[in-house]
């Protein structure tokens, strides 16, 4: 399923491809996009891929969810 999530903390490319390959490389989770200036990023999900993991793998980049 597609799924959008708000991330705060990004603020230039590098933190758009830090959280890009944090998402990437969650099993589950593929065609990420990451839209710094709406500060989102959005992925297609497998049902078996738990949002609070995804989550905790976004914070430990430094940035946070919601
Ligand atoms: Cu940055």
């Avoid at 933190?15 to 839209?35: F, N, P, R, W, Y």
């Amino acid at each position: 399923m597609n799924t959008t999530i708000k991330i705060q903390g990004m603020s230039c490319n590098h933190c758009v491809m830090a959280v890009t390959k944090a998402l990437s490389k969650i099993e589950g989770i593929s065609d990420v996009k990451v839209d710094l200036a709406k500060g989102e990023a959005s992925f297609e999900r497998a049902e078996s891929v738990i949002l609070d993991k995804v989550k905790k793998q976004i914070e430990e980049e430094g940035y946070s969810v919601g």
